[in-house]
């Protein structure tokens, strides 16, 4: 993760795990333990697996000390407002209304650049921008395909928001999801697919869990001295 981080953008030094950050420790662990992270593609607990091998940190402390798990409190901020969303907010709006980015929007976006750590000529980005070419679902409004300008507002509030829960209701916002209408994404032969891997999926759990309970009541049985073999049957 360190390698994809290298060179890049400031928020994503800031916002994904590399194998350079360290990960917070449990609150019963002596003073000092450092432990660093490493992404886990493959795991038995749903909640612990980095599917895509990237793990958010976002508004984790740099502090080892306010850095903490299993306490009764939070040691992660809770943002509720950035100053970075009023620039944004004022930079789409003022570009929908006028049609160019100038004055305070041009100097809000040029902040904000600069504060990632990337060339703050926000038309150089723009001028290599190939519609054609971007996958961005934020390249449409109403089904048609907006302009490099406005894309690349939208984007740069993509790389802002990341993890924020923002992504969804700015889609809805542009009506960048009305092509689904018309077009098909996921098709019907997809979807059985998926729900076929879910089932089998659900058998394996059933089956794990089933041998685990097996193996607690054949402890318990033979704790209590019971007929094993009769109770056992009974409950299976």
Same mark, same amino acid.
């Given at each position: %993760? #360190?390698?994809? /981080? ?20 449990? &609150? ?6 450092? =432990? ?12 612990? $697996?980095?599917?895509?091998? +990237?793990?958010?940190? =976002? ?14 409190? &939070? ?11 009023? @620039?944004?907010? @004022?930079?789409?709006? @003022?570009? %929908? ?10 100097? @809000? ?9 990337? #060339?703050?000529?926000?038309? /150089?980005?723009?001028?290599?921008? #190939? ?7 934020? =390249? +449409? ?16 509030? $993509? ?17 960048? %999801?009305?092509?689904?209408?018309? =077009?098909?994404?996921? &098709?019907?032969?997809?979807?059985? &697919? ?6 089998? $999926? ?16 054949? /402890? ?17």
């Amino acid at each position: %993760m #360190d390698d994809v /981080k290298a060179n890049r953008d400031n928020r994503l030094q800031l916002f994904m795990f590399g194998e350079s950050n360290f990960v917070p420790v449990y &609150s019963t662990e002596e003073p000092g333990t450092v =432990k660093m992270f490493a992404p886990h593609p493959v795991s038995n607990r749903e909640e612990m $697996r980095d599917q895509t091998g +990237y793990r958010i940190r =976002k508004y984790a402390s740099f502090d080892m000390a306010q850095n903490v798990w299993g306490k009764a409190e &939070s040691t992660t901020g809770c943002i509720i407002y950035r100053g970075v969303e009023a @620039y944004l907010n @004022y930079l789409e709006a @003022y570009y %929908m209304k006028n049609g160019n980015v100038t004055g305070k929007a041009a100097q @809000y976006w040029r902040a904000v650049r600069e504060r990632a750590g990337v #060339d703050p000529d926000f038309t /150089k980005t723009i001028n290599a921008t #190939d519609l054609s070419q971007e996958t961005d679902w934020g =390249k +449409y409004s109403g089904g048609q395909v907006v302009d490099a300008t406005l894309l690349n507002i939208r984007r740069e509030r $993509r790389c802002e928001f990341i993890g924020e829960g923002m992504r969804w209701d700015d889609l809805v916002r542009w009506r960048s %999801m009305d092509h689904l209408l018309t =077009k098909k994404i996921i &098709s019907l032969k997809d979807v059985i &697919s998926g729900m076929k891997k879910c089932t089998n $999926r659900l058998i394996k759990m059933r089956m794990v869990l089933r041998l685990h309970l097996k193996i607690l009541v054949k /402890k318990v049985l033979i704790s209590l001295h019971a007929p094993l073999n009769t109770c056992v049957r009974m409950l299976f």
